[in-house]
Each structure stands twice: as structure tokens, then as C-alpha cells.
């Protein structure tokens, strides 16, 4: 399920778009100032935010501006005035894409779809606190990037694209290294080493059968 964040001060609107998009099966975190947003984009991992320009406390500019110190994650922009899009086409390189008030609903939510069908693409997994960026080789706790070393990154990897599975010892090995017949202690201590560095992965060991990293 994706999560997004509605920053929208006119009680309203804010309502009308978190209702159409829970109606379809988002997550919705909804905010009324840019000072609470803030709060909840450190405290939780979004998908989507959708920022009003024209918020309390921090503009929806600042609020940007604070995201992109240490997230990509997709922006929408809602605008109502001209001078305000004046504003916004400096910061273009930084949003997914912008919605000019008044607009349907509906139009809203297809924005949403594509921007999110956009940016998964198979190149994020996300389990619960952990994001991994499959084409850069990143892995994040909360915004907090992780060094793990090749071999851990890999076995990490492995078990998250076979999230929800069941994954044999010799499977894993396997996929990682080729062959089996490698000593048990180097793939303990990799486990040991990732559960370490990543504490609120949900890794299960199955004695007997294997690991599982289970679905969040």
C-alpha cells in the first residue's frame, strides 16, 4: 500500500483529496502547516507527498527545499495564483509534478497514479523502515543511509526480492555465490552483520529451512 502525505491548510480541500485518496486505497497521512509536515516526513517513510505552496509556519517551498536535503521522494505541488507558479518553475528540477487549484479530483488522483507508477518501476523496495534503491545500491533505515559491504548488500538483496518466501540456506548461497559448498559461518556472519546494521528488519530465521523476510 502507498503512503502519502497531504499538506493542505484549506480544511476542504485537504479533505476532499484525502477522502478520494483512501477511497482507492492509499495510506493518507494528512497536515494542515509545514511545521507538522516536516515532523511527519522524519517520523514516517512516504511514497508521494502532496504540498500546497501556501501553508502556516513554512511555506510549501521551504518545506521542499528541507525534503530534498535527504530525499528523493516524489513531490506534487498544488498552486493557486500565477505569481505562485512564477515561483514554482525555479523549482521544477526538484518536484514530480504541480496541480493548479481549482481542479477535479479525479484529475488529482491520475496525477497521483502516474507519478507513483513512475517512480517504482521495480527499482525500490521498501520493508517497512528499510529502503533499498536497486539501481544505485543504496539501502536506507528511516532517511539514514546504510553502508553495508558487497556481500551483505547482495544477500540483502536476494532475500528482498524473494520477500514473503521461504529461502533455503543453499538457495541463497546459490544465488549469491554460485555454488554450496561454502563454509555456513560466512553466511551467519553476514546475517548477523545485516541484522546489526539494519535492527527493525523483519529477517526470520527458520531453523531448519531457512530464512524468510517477511512482507510489511
Known sequence: MHKILVVEDEQVINQVITEFLSDRGYEVTSVFDGKVALEQFH?????????????????????????RKT?????MMLTAVAD???????????ISDYVVKPFSPLILVKRVENILRNSSDHTTIRIG???????KGLVYLGHEEINLTKKEYE??????KHRGQIVSRDQLMMGIWGYTELDSRVLDN??????????SLPLKTL??????????
Open 190 to 199: 553476514h546475517i548477523k552483520n545485516i541484522r546489526k546494521k539494519l535492527p
Open 84 to 94: 505562485e507558479y512564477t515561483q514554482l518553475v525555479s523549482f521544477n528540477h526538484l
Open 207 to 216: 531453523v531448519g529451512r531457512g530464512y524468510q523476510l517477511e512482507e510489511v
Open 155 to 160: 544477500v540483502l538483496d536476494y532475500l528482498a
Open 129 to 135: 523502515e528499510v529502503t533499498i534503491e536497486i539501481d
Open 43 to 67: 517520523q514516517q517513510q512516504f511514497d508521494l507527498i502532496i504540498l500546497d505552496i501556501m501553508i502556516p509556519f513554512l511555506s510549501g517551498l521551504e518545506v521542499l527545499q528541507e525534503i
Open 71 to 75: 530525499s528523493k521522494v516524489p513531490v
